[in-house]
């Protein structure tokens, strides 16, 4: 099988579902050394990306949600704020951004459920600011996919912690030669 | 803190000890459409990435430490099979795999633990068939970063299996235009 040929919205909620639990399993009790580097100048670390995705839950996902269901292409939706968590995750620590990231994506998902979303709503169409005009489907999309590419990001920064440390090996070590797509 | 300045045995057994766990959250009950589609011809699934973590574990690392430990530089290690896991994993599900991961990383970091390595081991030399002498450390460090590394060609395949589905916002999802460094 090469590709999914459409978007499912079971299938979507399956990732969204499990991505608090794998940033859980993956980072909670690392050290610092693991979770407070980044790659360096104006780059996040694992912390700053779990603030992040809080902040998506937040003010974003579920809010462009309701803004295509109750006002469609009428309305742009607000830009989303990338650099809010400094702010957000300000004095906390990394188990508390993890409860609080689990916290919000499951009200969030329970308030997507209540939706009752149907075939028929997923071609309904909202304004982005930058991109003109989406879809509800492709918005349920880019969440699934958001959460995707943070992991990808999160891997590729503990990855280059021990960039010096393999030797040699680097060559063959894919993550290492990952160029930094998934920067803010 | 921006990278981590040298290798340390505990901060990688940590990271070691969480990857099964963490694959286990992240895919354990997903469809078939997330587990079984990959990137293309001859690219791995989700499948396969974890069949190809099995093999490292029964025929890789352990082993090249075990060498570096009996005949340093004199022998060196026995190339990776980089596709024995099609042969290893045919008949089996996704779940059988992840417990059959989950309990060869354990055998092999107790085995790891029950060596009780002093600093001065990881200067110790092997090795590599085709990259010629590395440490004891480096072949540590090389496990980890190699997990790593499949988490983060793991999240770019399920990624890729909503490529289409976000429509316009493809322009700003890193991981959809991460080039598969990470392939084998």
Not at 54 to 67: N, P, S
Not at 118 to 129: C, L, S, Y
Request: net charge negative; aromatic share 8%.
């Amino acid at each position: 099988m090469a590709s999914l040929t459409e978007f499912n919205l079971a299938e979507a909620v399956a990732v969204l579902t499990r991505t608090p639990a794998t940033l859980n399993v993956l980072v909670r009790g690392l050290t610092d050394a693991w979770v407070r580097c980044n790659e360096g100048k104006d780059t996040w670390s694992a912390f700053d990306i779990v603030g992040h995705l809080i902040v998506g839950e937040r003010t974003d996902w579920m809010q462009r949600l309701r803004i295509i269901l109750e006002n469609g292409e009428a309305r742009p939706f607000d830009p989303f704020a990338r650099f809010a968590q400094v702010k957000e995750s300000q004095g906390k620590s990394m188990e508390q951004l993890l409860d609080e990231f689990a916290r919000l994506r499951k009200e969030n998902l329970a308030a997507l459920q209540a939706l009752n979303l149907q075939q028929a709503d997923f071609t309904r169409k909202g304004r982005h600011p930058e991109l003109g005009v989406v879809t509800l489907s492709e918005l349920l999309a880019t969440w699934t996919v958001h959460d995707l590419t943070h992991l990808h990001q999160l891997t590729r920064v503990m990855a280059h912690q021990y960039h010096d440390a393999v030797g040699p090996w680097k060559a063959y070590l894919g993550v290492l030669q990952c160029s930094g797509h998934s920067a803010p």
